[in-house]
């Protein structure tokens, strides 16, 4: 069975900076776009980031320029560097990766458990 697991987050002041990383695991798949995405509460849950298998990205335009997605293809891993952080920011972040399982002959769109980041204003 393929699962993300998510790591990182936190509390930071604003204007600090956390990393979070995701690492799909399993056998037998492959994985195309992994990506970020958060919910605060009350709110619905949004895109962060995307990055497809290639390295094209795409983000939301509320973390332009202090975001930055990447990717270590060869071990599944996504990473979502977080600078300049603001109390807007606060909510829950959600790995997702979009792929393929080979074992089960499925396509998959998984979801990590989530990962609380807190900036304090």
């Known amino acids: 069975q393929v699962q993300l697991v998510e790591s990182g987050g936190g509390l930071v002041q604003a204007g600090g900076s956390l990393r979070l990383s995701c690492a799909a695991s399993?056998?037998?798949?492959?994985?195309?776009?992994m990506g970020w995405y958060r919910q605060a509460p009350g709110k619905q849950r949004e895109l962060v980031a995307i990055?497809?298998?290639?390295?094209?990205?795409n983000y939301a335009d509320s973390v332009k320029g202090r975001f930055t997605i990447s990717r270590y293809n060869a071990q599944n891993t996504t990473y979502l560097q977080m600078n300049s952080l603001k109390a807007e920011d606060t909510a829950v972040y959600y790995c997702?990766?979009?792929?393929?399982?080979?074992?089960?002959?499925?396509?998959?769109?998984?979801w990590g458990q989530g990962t609380q980041v807190t900036v304090s204003s």
């Open positions: 399993g056998s037998a798949f492959s994985i195309n776009a």
């Open positions: 997702n990766a979009k792929g393929y399982d080979y074992s089960s002959y499925i396509h998959l769109n998984l």
């Open positions: 990055i497809s298998s290639g390295g094209s990205t």
